[in-house]
């Protein structure tokens, strides 16, 4: 596998390595060892997730707080998406910037979202099936979203019109006003 540190250097895009031939492929999606060296760090993942979206939906910027924050190891199965990462820790050098990078069923790559980042993402494609692992459980209590189209952060989506998002992140907090991480 290759890891590549991203303009925020916490997240991380990694690229596994791809066996192909005249039968197909074969690549090992998860190592807990490799991934452990590749982000420096212990990490349990104790839930994954799987969502199939339609083109032009968009998802997010979504984040849990402590006590139950979020990292998310995130890669697309079928199709194409534009995935962000928004850093919300207000102690970080980066805090307010974002990472976009595009993952898909072709390339296989994936993204690692630390805790501390607001998530989204966007599908260009007809349709994109999304699969994550994550540190922690859902804790609804814990569940915050910051507003996809906030100016304050100026995140560059790839679209032409108004993506299709949901009545819960259309009333997201904008950034401003937005719970963060220390």
């Known amino acids: 596998m ?6 925020i250097s916490d997240v991380k895009l990694i690229k596994p390595k791809v066996f192909g031939d005249e039968r197909g492929y074969f690549f090992e999606s998860f190592n807990q060892k490799a991934f452990e060296e590749a982000v420096g760090q212990s990490v349990s993942f104790v839930q994954d997730n799987h969502s199939r979206s339609v083109k032009g939906t968009l998802r997010g910027l979504h984040y849990q707080l402590p006590p139950h924050p979020q990292g998310k190891l995130v890669r697309v199965t079928v199709g194409e998406v534009f995935d962000v990462a928004v850093d919300i820790r207000r102690s970080s050098p980066t805090f307010g910037q974002w990472v976009g990078e595009y993952l898909s069923a072709d390339n296989k790559h994936q993204l690692w979202i630390p805790p ?3 998530h989204g993402f966007l599908v260009t494609s007809e349709v994109a099936e ?6 922690d459980f859902y804790a609804p209590d814990c569940e915050s979203a910051i507003r996809w189209d906030d100016k304050e952060l100026s995140i560059s989506w790839p679209i032409k019109k108004c993506p299709l998002v949901s009545h819960k992140d259309d009333q997201a907090s904008f950034f401003l006003n937005a719970e963060c991480f220390d």
Request: some cysteine.
């Open 116 to 118: 501390g980042f607001a």
């Open 130 to 135: 999304f699969q994550y692992k994550c540190t």
């Open 2 to 7: 290759e890891v590549i540190e991203t303009r």
